[in-house]
């Protein structure tokens, strides 16, 4: 099994919602925090969502263009992660991939990636 599989993506008119969710139960680590990274055609893949750790204490961190209209959330029990994104835009289209092995929002610093779910938001 792929350490990390993503679904739920798809087609909503702006303003729409969606949920993305991420299997992580392939990952071999017993602690998982899943991140959330989006890719545009000829881009390099941003960070959406993510998890920081302070004082051993885990919060969410966001892109500010994400910011009051996404919420990163995980299940350790499940090592399953979600991504619930509400009044979307055009600009939030593209493929999202779930992330494991690292923290915060900068790709480079996670090694095991899903295979990307398509988000498509139509004007």
């Known amino acids: 099994q792929a350490p990390l599989v993503e679904s739920g993506g798809g087609s909503v008119q702006a303003g729409g919602s969606l949920t993305l969710s991420c299997d992580a139960s392939g990952y071999k680590y017993s602690t998982v925090f899943i991140a959330w990274f989006r890719q545009t055609l000829g881009k390099a893949r941003e960070g959406v969502a993510a998890?920081?750790?302070?004082?051993?204490?885990?919060?969410?961190v966001y892109a500010d263009s994400v910011k009051g209209r996404f919420t990163i959330s995980q299940s350790d029990a499940q090592k399953s992660g979600y991504l619930h994104m509400t009044s979307l835009k055009p600009e939030n289209s593209g493929v999202y991939y779930c992330a494991a092995g690292g923290l915060e929002l900068e790709a480079r610093g996670y090694n095991y990636w899903g295979q990307g779910t398509r988000v498509t938001v139509s004007s």
């Open positions: 998890f920081k750790l302070e004082n051993g204490i885990s919060t969410p």
